[in-house]
């Protein structure tokens, strides 16, 4: 049983940073795909970005590109998302996921088999 424990969300200014942190426990960290979601009040869950089991390959959705960053260090079993230039758009509810289906990246929701509590990030205009 995988455990995800997201951390570092909070209330940020339009143009400000933050660095969202996902603790995982309970399984071989190494071994699966990771990914980031979120969720913005009455919307549905949407995809944010995915990385590969070693950190070699990442993808991300179109209005995050250039702006975002996901990141994992498998030695610490963390995973990341530094977060840049963030807009209003931006806020919502921020869940880890981990995909044991495969090493690949995927945006794909229903191949992410264990989630997070969630993170709320707020972007002020």
């Known amino acids: 049983q995988v455990q995800l424990v997201e951390s570092g969300g909070g209330l940020v200014q339009a143009g400000g940073s933050l660095r969202l942190s996902c603790a995982a426990s309970g399984g071989t960290f190494s071994s699966y795909a990771m990914g980031w979601f979120r969720q913005a009040p009455g919307k549905e869950r949407e995809f944010v970005a995915s990385?590969?089991?070693?950190?070699?390959?990442?993808y991300y959705t179109d209005s995050v590109k250039g702006r975002f960053t996901i990141s994992r260090d498998n030695a610490k079993n963390m995973l990341y998302l530094q977060m840049n230039s963030l807009k209003p758009e931006d806020t919502a509810v921020y869940y880890c996921?981990?995909?044991?289906?495969?090493?690949?990246?995927?945006?794909?929701?229903?191949?992410?088999?264990?989630w997070g509590q969630g993170t709320q990030v707020t972007v002020s205009s």
């Open positions: 990385i590969s089991w070693n950190g070699g390959d990442t």
């Open positions: 996921a981990a995909n044991f289906r495969r090493v690949g990246v995927s945006a794909l929701l229903y191949e992410y088999d264990y």
